[in-house]
């Protein structure tokens, strides 16, 4: 377009030269030279230094509707349009007063010409100047008419590009947006996933490990005890395979599977046969329950992780434990867990926090807007408090 652009212009300046050197009444040439050299510079720099053309164009028609053969007033004309195009309303329209400005005297210089020369396009100039306000008035309405239309098409023409550039660059935006929320929700999701695993493997393989320790120890003088304890440990292998596929099968979007595999996740209701567990393994746990549960399945689940990962810990964790409390109570605004044991822990304190059990228990509680309160308990053993807002999950 720009090369388009410079070869019209240069065929225009080349005709209407051609035409101001017809004899008798010839335009002097070096001014028309000197005028088409300056305006092909000009549209040079038009995109790089839009003011230096803007000024230049200005001045260049100017001095060639005087001295001229007025095909550098094209350059006017295109830089409003330019203007118009790659600044906005305030500056575009200041541009277009200034041409206007200019215009008038260009129709001025024009009307002078046409009375005491130099002549221009070959006319010979006229002996009186009666009319000369008439023929000025004349010659600025064509200069402004064509200032206004290059004004007008090039700020719709920059308006349309600026829109549709706004709405390309919302687009990307949103685009970029909808990645950054993509990568979070994958994130949240693996670390969901990652909790559950925890909950679920960790909890297993202790109970597993428990009881296969009891098997071995009753296989000699208790083989019928060890029987049943292995088929325990069997049927807790089976069932933490079938969770872990789920889960699995979850973050593949499987479809296939055994409904063992996708039942539904456990929840509060389940508390009494998870304390049946770890007593079966060996763990003395006194459970007590208040209050109606809730049936949100998010919060009974919630509940059931943290009673389950605290008993885990304790079987774990914890030496010649006698006895492990877990006290459940349930109001109309909250839940409150309480999980204690009475033995010394093997590991200290300390070494607990840093865990991912009970990170995944802060996590769970803080989805209900509760608390966790981990540590030592000054009568000995450890003491896990969480306390479970009842309602909508938090953000």
Do not use: C
């Not at 300056?38 to 230094?49: I, K, T």
């Not at 008038?104 to 009319?131: E, H, K, M, N």
């Not at 998870?274 to 006194?286: H, I, M, S």
């Amino acid at each position: 377009m720009d090369a388009l652009i410079m070869a019209m212009f240069a065929g225009v300046a080349v005709g209407l030269a051609a035409l101001s050197l017809e004899p008798p009444h010839s335009t002097p040439l070096w001014p028309m030279v000197a005028l088409a050299i300056g305006g092909l510079g000009a549209l040079e720099a038009r995109h790089r230094y839009p003011p230096l053309f803007f000024a230049a164009a200005t001045v260049l028609s100017l001095l060639s509707l005087a001295v001229g053969s007025g095909a550098e007033s094209m350059l006017a004309v295109i830089a409003v349009y330019t203007a118009g195009v790659d600044s906005r309303g305030r500056v575009a329209w200041t541009r277009f007063g200034i041409s206007m400005a200019s215009g008038a005297l260009g129709a001025l210089a024009l009307s002078v010409r046409g009375t005491i020369g130099p002549p221009i396009l070959g006319l010979a100039p006229r002996t009186l100047a009666s009319d000369a306000l008439l023929n000025w008035a004349n010659a600025y309405v064509v200069l402004a008419a064509v200032l206004l239309i290059a004004a007008l098409l090039g700020t719709n023409v920059g308006y349309r590009r600026r829109h549709i550039g706004e709405l390309i660059d919302r687009a990307d935006r949103l685009a970029r947006e909808r990645d950054q929320r993509v990568k979070i929700a994958g994130a949240l999701e693996r670390e969901r996933i990652a909790r559950e695993m925890h909950d679920v493997i960790a909890h297993s393989l202790s109970v597993m490990i428990a009881v296969s320790a009891g098997a071995h120890a009753a296989a000699d003088e208790r083989p019928a005890e060890a029987k049943v304890a292995m088929a325990r440990v069997a049927e807790t292998g089976r069932r933490t395979l079938g969770e872990v596929r789920r889960l699995l099968g979850g973050v593949r979007g499987d479809s296939r599977g055994t409904a063992r595999e996708h039942a539904p996740q456990p929840d509060a209701s389940n508390l009494p046969s998870l304390a049946a567990e770890f007593l079966a393994t060996g763990l003395p746990v006194r459970l007590t329950v208040t209050g109606a549960h809730s049936h949100d399945p998010g919060l009974g689940l919630a509940v059931y992780r943290i009673v389950q990962e605290s008993l885990t810990n304790v079987l774990r964790h914890a030496q010649q434990t006698r006895s492990a409390t877990v006290t459940v109570a349930w109001t109309v605004t909250e839940v409150t867990i309480l999980v204690r044991d009475t033995g010394p822990l093997l590991h200290p304190p300390a070494h607990a926090h840093d865990g991912r059990g009970i990170l995944g228990m802060r996590e769970r509680a803080t989805l209900y807007a509760g608390t966790i309160e981990a540590g030592p308990h000054e009568d000995g053993g450890w003491r896990v408090f969480a306390r479970l807002r009842r309602g909508d999950p938090q953000p």
